[in-house]
């Protein structure tokens, strides 16, 4: 659509005439896989499309370190077997997918660390730290939540989570683990140690979980495939945004959406506005909230935008100078209690068997205590704890890169966590359309996680954008 442009005669002397504002049919906000996917979408219909990005780069949470050796992965792992769409898009934009499931999945299992001390495996079941009953006590702290789980999950498929017939299990996910008969002390060290949603299963719904388990359940019913782009992820967000007729806007910072009879309006810190037919938004909620929406979001909608909660984790990435396991004969990663959080192998180069880098995965408190020493102490902290727990490693890590996505001032972290009463009470109605502006984004997904979500959201978005083009 074209903005009407008052003629010149018609501007009083001395008065400056303002810019043409410009008018797209659809202003997409993010160039994450769900923003640019959805603009690829729009693209095939017709639409005229402006993607704006706040960073210097596109991708948002999908992010490689291609600087560092084996290019490792600082949000957006593997892809599955049954990310059916992210395979399809990769697929039609002739981007190589790598099967990476024999480097991720072998090798020796990770070293465990309890309490600052280097515990034996063989040596866990009669460790005065194992708080398992007899029964199980063979259990590693990584295998109690599916060990320790009596019955099938409840949910009988991932989409179960929106029921209301589940509504009861919208509780505290340590209530969900109390009830089949987890000790506290199990629950701490088997989820709250390295959690994979909250700081600590009070602040995940057992809705989120369960979901979560029968979708990754689900997933593994296609095969157990784990693929990559050949080179890095972010190859993928990158050939998306080429696809593009225009070209992505980075730097664009959002500060303000008016959704307004006749058109919306997108604000921009230090730039001119963009009037659009509608906009569509990609921004995690943790982002969004610091935008100035008019009119205002209201009830369930606005509450989502509030208090829904994101993902503390830190990621430390070192690049291994020698082997140093070769001389310790231990496994290059470890599972600790302690600031560490997981330290994970990774085995990325052109050998599937040579370990390019080592990746310090801090989820939770951990990735507190990280965040609050910054990024240089950080680095050494880890180095040095690794250097006492593991003597064969001194002098042979080099920090390569530290990064934050809680500290990220375009993430303020990493993926959505539903915490009790949160799914009942506004999973479906944190991505409906609010006037001409409508939403898309991983926490938007209601029957996938991750970035098979985020294009999820996507479609959905379109679909009810198309509508009113």
């Known amino acids: 659509m074209i903005a009407g442009v008052a003629g010149a005669a018609l501007v ?10 410009e008018r797209p049919d659809v202003v997409v906000i993010g160039a994450g896989l769900s923003g640019l996917y959805a603009a690829m979408l729009l693209e095939d219909l017709g ?12 991708g948002g949470r999908l992010y490689t370190r291609f600087d560092l050796p084996g290019h490792p992965e600082v949000g957006g792992n593997t892809i599955a077997q049954g990310y059916a769409r992210a395979i399809d898009v990769a697929r039609r934009l002739d981007v190589a997918l790598v099967d990476y499931a024999p480097r991720l999945f072998g090798g020796p299992a990770p070293e465990l660390v309890i309490n600052g001390e280097l515990i034996p495996q063989g040596q866990w079941a009669e460790s005065k730290y194992n708080p398992l009953p007899k029964a199980h006590r063979e259990l590693l702290p990584w295998q109690i939540m599916a060990g320790r789980l009596t019955g099938p999950n409840p949910l009988e498929s991932s989409s179960d989570w929106l029921s209301q017939r589940y509504s009861a299990l919208d509780v505290p996910l340590h209530d969900y683990f109390r009830a089949q008969r987890l000790s506290d002390a199990e629950i701490r060290l088997g989820y709250d140690t390295n959690p994979y949603f909250g700081d600590s299963s009070w602040a995940v719904s057992a809705l989120m979980y369960l979901f979560n388990q029968r979708w990754i359940t689900e997933q593994r019913s296609f095969g157990q495939a784990a693929y990559a782009i050949e ?8 050939a998306m945004a080429a696809s593009l007729k225009t070209e992505v806007r980075l730097g664009h910072e959002v500060t303000a959406i008016e959704s307004a009879p006749g058109r919306a309006r997108v604000h921009l810190k230090g730039r001119p506005a963009i009037d659009a037919n509608q906009v569509i938004s ?12 008019v009119p205002r979001l209201i009830g369930a909608q606005d509450r989502a935008v509030r208090t829904l909660r994101y993902m503390r984790n830190t990621l430390i990435f070192l690049v291994p100078r020698r082997a140093f396991w070769d001389n310790d004969g231990l496994s290059p990663s470890m599972w600790t209690d302690g600031m560490l959080g997981v330290v994970v192998a990774q085995k990325f180069g052109t050998d599937p068997d040579e370990v390019t880098g080592l990746v310090v995965n801090a989820r939770g408190w951990a990735a507190d205590y990280l965040d609050r020493l910054g990024p240089e102490a950080a680095g050494a902290a880890v180095v040095k704890e690794i250097e006492r727990l593991r003597p064969a490693a001194t002098g042979a890590l080099e920090v390569g890169g530290f990064h934050s996505w809680w500290l990220d001032p375009f ?6 966590i539903y915490g009790p009463g949160q799914v009942t009470g506004f999973l479906a109605s944190v991505a409906e359309p609010h006037g001409r502006l409508h939403f898309c984004g991983e926490h938007a997904g ?5 970035m098979e979500a985020a294009l999820e959201s996507a479609e959905r978005a379109v679909i009810t954008v198309a509508e009113q083009l």
């Open 411 to 416: 993430a303020a972290g990493d993926w959505a």
């Open 12 to 21: 009083p002397r001395g008065v400056r005439a303002a810019a043409a504002v």
């Open 282 to 293: 990609s921004l995690p909620v943790s982002k969004l909230r610091d935008v100035s929406v």
């Open 446 to 450: 209601t029957s996938n996680r991750g």
């Open 47 to 58: 639409a005229k499309v402006t993607v704006i990005e706040a960073r210097n780069r596109v």
């Open 231 to 238: 080179g890095g992820n972010q190859k993928l967000p990158q």
